[in-house]
C-alpha cells in the first residue's frame, strides 16, 4: 500500500509511521510536512530505518505540491493541524484552506481514501446531567468554544460535506488528549515532567478540576490502523479514546508521584477565560463497528513517557533551545 502522510513529522506522525513499518515493512510512505516548530527530522531516522520512505518539505496549503503526491498514493492521511491560535491566522488556513486542497486533489477520482485526524475539542464542554458528564457521540452538535476549536471544527465538517456531496472517500476521528514519547516539551504532560525534573514548579489553572479524557499514542496509531484497514468506513466519524477521565490535578499528582517529587510544587494560577471544564467522548462506535479498543493502562503508560523525557534529556532540550 502507498500511504500519503501530511504532517507526519510531528508526535502522531512519528508514532503511526513507526507503527505502520513494523507491522508492514512492505508498505511504502511518503511524509509531506511543512516542518513547524513542533516537527523535527532528528528523530526520523531511527524511526523509518531502511523502509520505502520519503520525505517531502512542504506546506499543505500549497494546491500545486499537494497534488502530484496525492495523485501517487492510495490512501492519505491528514495530520496537519494546529491547535494554537496565531494572529497571523496561520492554523485557520492550515486546517480550512489545506483541508480543501486535499478533498480537490482526491475528489478528482474517487479513489483516493482520506482519513482526517481531527481532536474531540469540536464538541465543546461536556453538559453536566444528574451529576455526570454526558458523553459525545459521533452524531452529536459541534460546539467549538476557542478560535483553534472553531477551525479545527470547520476543516471536520468541510472534509464531511466532500463525502456527502461529491462520494469523496472520506473518515473523520475526532481523538481524544494524548501523550506519550516525542511529544513536543511545552504540551501538559512533557511540560510538567520536565519541570518536576529541574525542581520547577507545575502551574494549575484555576483548581485543576478539568476532566479530559487521555490516550496514550500507541492506543492511538493502533486506531487509525483499524480505520485504514476496515471496511465500510467512508462517511463515518470515529471517536478515538481509552475511556480515561481524569483531571487535570489527577495528572500532576500522578507524574509527581512517579517521580517522587512533593506535591509542593503544584502551583495553581488563574484560570484562563474560555477553558472547558470537561470534555469527554463515546467510544462504543469504532469498538463495536471496527473492534478496536484501547489496551495500555493509564499508570503504566505515564510510567513509560516519564521514563523517555528522563532518558531522551538530549532531544527535548534541543527543541526547546532552538525555539527560545
Known amino acids: 500500500m502507498k500511504l500519503l502522510i501530511i504532517g507526519g513529522s510531528g508526535f502522531i506522525g512519528k508514532h503511526l509511521i513507526k507503527y505502520l513499518f513494523k507491522k508492514y515493512p512492505g508498505y511504502e510512505i ?49 495530520l496537519a493541524t494546529s491547535l494554537r491560535f496565531d494572529s497571523d491566522g496561520s492554523f485557520l488556513t492550515t486546517d480550512i484552506v489545506g483541508t480543501f486542497n486535499l478533498l480537490e486533489a482526491i475528489r478528482k477520482d474517487k479513489i483516493r481514501k482520506l482519513i482526517h485526524v481531527s481532536d474531540y475539542v469540536v464538541y465543546g464542554d461536556s453538559v453536566i446531567e444528574k ?15 476557542t478560535p483553534g476549536a472553531a477551525s479545527k471544527s470547520g476543516s471536520d465538517r468541510l472534509a464531511y460535506s466532500y463525502y456527502l456531496t461529491y462520494e469523496t472517500p472520506v473518515t473523520i476521528l475526532r481523538c481524544a488528549n494524548n501523550f506519550g514519547p516525542y511529544q513536543y516539551p511545552t504540551k501538559l504532560i512533557p511540560f510538567f515532567i520536565i519541570q518536576a525534573l529541574e525542581g520547577k514548579k507545575l502551574p ?30 467512508n462517511g463515518q466519524v470515529y471517536n478515538i ?84
Open 30 to 78: 511518503v511524509n509531506m510536512d511543512k516542518l513547524s516548530y513542533q516537527h523535527d527530522m532528528d528523530s526520523m531516522e531511527e524511526i523509518v530505518g531502511d523502509h520505502k520512505y520519503k520525505f517531502v518539505e512542504g506546506d499543505i496549503r500549497d494546491s500545486k505540491i499537494i497534488q502530484p503526491l496525492v495523485n501517487d498514493a492510495e490512501v492519505i492521511i491528514n
Open 241 to 324: 479514546g481509552a475511556s480515561c477521565e481524569k483531571s487535570v490535578l489527577e495528572v500532576t499528582e500522578l507524574i509527581l508521584t512517579i517521580m517522587d517529587r512533593s506535591k509542593d510544587l503544584i502551583d495553581f494560577v488563574k484560570e484562563p477565560v474560555g477553558h472547558t471544564q470537561r470534555r469527554s467522548i463515546d467510544v462504543s462506535k469504532i469498538r463495536t463497528e471496527l473492534g478496536w479498543q484501547a489496551k495500555w493502562n493509564f499508570n503504566e503508560a505515564m510510567e513509560q513517557t516519564i521514563d523517555w523525557y528522563i532518558k531522551n534529556h538530549r532531544w527535548w532540550e534541543k527543541l526547546l533551545g532552538e525555539n527560545k
Open 131 to 145: 451529576d455526570a458528564a454526558k458523553l459525545f457521540t459521533e452524531t452529536d452538535s459541534l460546539n467549538p468554544m
Open 204 to 233: 494549575i489553572h484555576g483548581e485543576g478540576k478539568h476532566m479530559r479524557d487521555w490516550i496514550y499514542v500507541e492506543d492511538q496509531v493502533e486506531a487509525i490502523d483499524y480505520v485504514l484497514h476496515g471496511k465500510n468506513t
